[in-house]
């Protein structure tokens, strides 16, 4: 298997990978999204609330306020010294005591840890009125998209098959009709001749073959799988790539020493 990237920042990456099949692209796919853990706010003690909201539907937006994940600091809650009881390995406070008239955004609350904050500063939460008090803790911990989705760490994670387009030179009449059926502006006119302008954005959904009566174009899957992933910022776009292959090889081996048994 190999990685090539074609574009990367901390929040996105663009890349390809060779020399694998179906079934590890997806695997890898599943990984990042489901099982790369990521901090959320799991329960939220409430004090105080005479906001128009229930408790219930403000700590669920609560919840899925993204924040700053240093996965070297927190223990997963079932594998920590605590087991799953709550102490500071694992666990991570946020407070709020705010009065109205005003709107609430994320960047109120005050974390115990300055460096495990929300990501966003301005994410809206609710709008208090006159006379309106909001007095909360909320407890945030390690956990995983198997769980719940607002421990995925991704926004976007998808691949798509690379595929190779060709054109029969000796049988294509330049008609132009498959330039006209696809959806993607994936094909060109140049010189009297129609050619590939970007394979990448080709989706394989074959409309440009269906069209062409003198079958002069083809388009096959190349074995390459062209992967885009978002981070929701959480954690570095690269960190939750690394840790995801991470986790398939250490199913993988889990899998092999329960086969050798
Ligand atoms: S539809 Fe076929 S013949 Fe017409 S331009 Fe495209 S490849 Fe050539
Ligand atoms: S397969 Fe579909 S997307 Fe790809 S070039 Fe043909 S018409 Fe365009
Ligand atoms: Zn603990």
């Given at each position: 298997?190999?990685?090539?990237?074609?574009?990367?920042?901390?929040?996105?990456?663009?890349?390809?990978?060779?020399?694998?099949?179906?079934?590890?692209?997806?695997?890898?796919?599943?990984?990042?999204?489901?099982?790369?853990?990521?901090?959320?706010?799991?329960?939220?003690?409430?004090?105080?609330?005479?906001?128009?909201?229930?408790?219930?539907?403000?700590?669920?937006?609560?919840?899925?306020?993204?924040?700053?994940?240093?996965?070297?600091?927190?223990?997963?809650?079932?594998?920590?010294?605590?087991?799953?009881?709550?102490c500071p390995n694992c666990q991570?406070?946020?407070?709020?005591?705010?009065?109205?008239?005003?709107?609430?955004?994320?960047?109120?609350?005050?974390?115990?840890?300055?460096?495990?904050?929300?990501?966003?500063?301005?994410?809206?939460?609710?709008?208090?009125?006159?006379?309106?008090?909001?007095?909360?803790?909320?407890?945030a911990r390690l956990g995983t998209?198997?769980?719940?989705?607002?421990?995925?760490?991704?926004?976007?994670?998808?691949?798509?098959?690379?595929?190779?387009?060709?054109?029969?030179?000796?049988?294509?009449?330049?008609?132009?009709?498959?330039?006209?059926?696809?959806?993607r502006n994936v094909l060109e006119?140049?010189?009297?001749?129609?050619?590939?302008?970007?394979?990448?954005?080709?989706?394989?959904?074959?409309?440009?073959?269906?069209?062409?009566?003198?079958?002069?174009?083809?388009?096959?899957?190349?074995?390459?799988?062209?992967?885009?992933?978002?981070?929701?910022?959480?954690?570095?776009?690269?960190?939750?790539?690394?840790?995801?292959?991470?986790?398939?090889?250490?199913?993988?081996?889990?899998?092999?020493?329960?086969?050798?048994?």
């Amino acid at each position: 298997m190999r990685i090539d990237f074609l574009d990367e920042n901390e929040l996105k990456a663009r890349f390809i990978i060779s020399d694998a099949n179906i079934a590890l692209i997806n695997s890898l796919r599943r990984a990042m999204k489901n099982l790369v853990p990521s901090i959320a706010v799991d329960y939220v003690d409430f004090y105080l609330n005479t906001s128009y909201l229930y408790d219930e539907n403000l700590a669920h937006r609560i919840g899925l306020i993204p924040i700053k994940t240093d996965l070297d600091k927190f223990n997963m809650p079932d594998k920590c010294v605590c087991e799953g009881e709550g102490c500071p390995n694992c666990q991570i406070s946020f407070r709020l005591n705010i009065e109205g008239r005003r709107t609430v955004y994320s960047g109120d609350f005050t974390s115990d840890d300055p460096e495990i904050a929300p990501v966003y500063d301005n994410i809206p939460v609710i709008e208090l009125y006159e006379g309106q008090q909001l007095m909360i803790e909320a407890v945030a911990r390690l956990g995983t998209g198997k769980e719940h989705a607002k421990f995925q760490p991704v926004s976007v994670c998808g691949y798509r098959i690379v595929p190779e387009i060709t054109i029969d030179a000796g049988r294509c009449t330049n008609c132009g009709d498959c330039i006209d059926s696809c959806a993607r502006n994936v094909l060109e006119e140049q010189n009297e001749k129609v050619i590939v302008r970007d394979n990448m954005e080709c989706t394989m959904c074959m409309e440009c073959v269906k069209i062409c009566h003198d079958r002069a174009i083809s388009v096959e899957e190349t074995g390459d799988f062209l992967f885009t992933v978002e981070s929701v910022g959480t954690l570095p776009v690269r960190t939750i790539i690394k840790k995801g292959l991470e986790i398939l090889k250490e199913k993988a081996e889990e899998m092999n020493s329960i086969l050798e048994l």
